[in-house]
Each structure stands twice: as C-alpha cells, then as structure tokens.
C-alpha cells in the first residue's frame, strides 16, 4: 500500500530556509511516470501547489515563489526532499507531500507536517 | 497561470439532499480536472480525476462532469460523511493550480 510522511524542523526563525522530507513507501521514483510533489496550506486557507519531481528527473517550480524552491530526490531510500530560502512569517503552513500520476493529479497524500516561522 | 473558480464558498445540505459544486477554469483544461475532500484536520483525498472517473474507494454517489472551462461534483445523496472542503484542481498546465474550496456542511 501506498503511503508517505512529511518530516521538518517544526518551527523556524524568518531568513531561515526550511527542509521537509517526505519519505514514502508502496512505489519507487525510479518507476515510469511515478511523480512526488509538494503542496502547501495555511491555517483555514487554500492549497497552493510548491513543486513536483518526476521519476526521470524532471522538475516543476510555482514560479510565485521565485528561486526560494529546490526539490530533490534519493531514489534508493524513497524519499522526496524540498529546500524553501529565505522563510518568512507568510510562508507557516503545512506542507504536504503527495505522489502524482500522468495526469498531474495527488493520488495519495501524506499526513502534512505544520511549519511555523516566528522570531 | 490558470485560475480556478470554485462556486459556492459554502453550502449546507440535508441528509440523502443532491449537492453540486461548481469549478470554472479561466481557459480550457481539457478535462484535465481532479476533485479532493478534505475533512478537518486531515490531508486531501483525491475523489475524482480526469474532470469524471471515480477514484478507487471512493462511494458510487460521487460523481464529475464538465468539459471546457466549466466542470462539476455532484454528491447525490448527501451524507453526514461528507461534510467537509472540496477543491477542484487543473493537472493541465504548470503552475497547478486549485480552487479556493467549498465548505460543505450538514443542515
């Protein structure tokens, strides 16, 4: 079965970049058309798309968030990895990790993990 | 970027009511059109892909249509187990976007 968890630091100062962890189990990124990305939601808000990793590599950046954004993969420990720069208060939220098809939709989602950014 | 146009923002329903929400895209997606629930405190569960096939698990009562830039969810027999959000969201185009939600509750 298919699952995956998000893991980060919890709480982080404004300036600081933040790194999330997604480790997954149930697929492989190495696999054709296998796609892991992250998403995130402020409290009582909306989802916001963050960026996606393919099975060959290929990566996708919201351009809202500029250059802060660098997603990564290990295939051999399935894990997904996300680096975000230069954090700012606006940027607490939780973050999702979710595994992604062909058809660019979130089959299966992580629990999330809550980032807030607070001096 | 695409936006998506979810209507109504929130609806309240009775048991065994027919419940349709709405998404509007700002071009053609060309059904590329995917629903989630959201229920408090949880992650999104993806209900519907390509704008009309039912995702594995996911009750017969959920249904998606729409083509173009308009598209649909309709539940049709309200359940106490389905209030929660929906989002509508576009796999066409990157940035993905979503819809800002339905708030979907029981009357």
């Known amino acids: 079965q298919v699952t995956l968890k998000e893991s980060g630091p919890g709480i982080l100062q404004p300036s600081q970049t933040l790194s999330l962890t997604c480790s997954f189990s149930?697929?492989?990124?190495?696999?054709?058309?296998?796609?892991v990305g992250w998403i995130r939601q402020s409290s009582g808000k909306g989802l916001e798309w963050l960026a996606n990793?393919?099975?060959?590599?290929?990566?996708y950046y919201n351009p809202s968030l500029k250059n802060r954004l660098t997603i990564s993969k290990d295939t051999s420990n399935n894990q997904a990895f996300l680096k975000i720069t230069n954090m700012d208060t606006a940027d607490t939220a939780t973050y999702y990790c979710?595994?992604?098809?062909?058809?660019?939709?979130?089959?299966?989602w992580g629990p999330g993990t809550m980032v807030t950014v607070s001096s | 970027d695409i936006q998506m146009t979810q209507s109504p923002a929130s609806l309240s329903a009775s048991l065994g009511e027919t419940v349709t929400i709405q998404c509007q895209a700002s071009?053609?997606?060309?059904?590329?059109l995917a629903w989630y629930q959201q229920k408090p405190g949880k992650s999104p569960q993806l209900l519907i892909y390509g704008a009309s096939s039912l995702q594995d698990g996911v009750p017969s009562r959920f249904s998606g249509s729409g083509s173009g830039t308009q598209y649909s969810l309709k539940i049709s027999s309200m359940q106490t187990e389905d209030e929660g959000v929906y989002f509508c969201?576009?796999?066409?185009?990157?940035?993905?976007?979503f819809g800002s939600g339905t708030k979907l509750e029981i009357k």
């Open positions: 149930g697929f492989s990124l190495s696999t054709y058309g296998m796609c």
């Open positions: 990793i393919w099975w060959n590599d290929d990566k």
């Open positions: 071009e053609d997606i060309y059904s590329g």
């Open positions: 979710a595994r992604a098809g062909s058809l660019e939709y979130f089959d299966f």
């Open positions: 969201q576009q796999g066409l185009k990157y940035p993905l976007t």
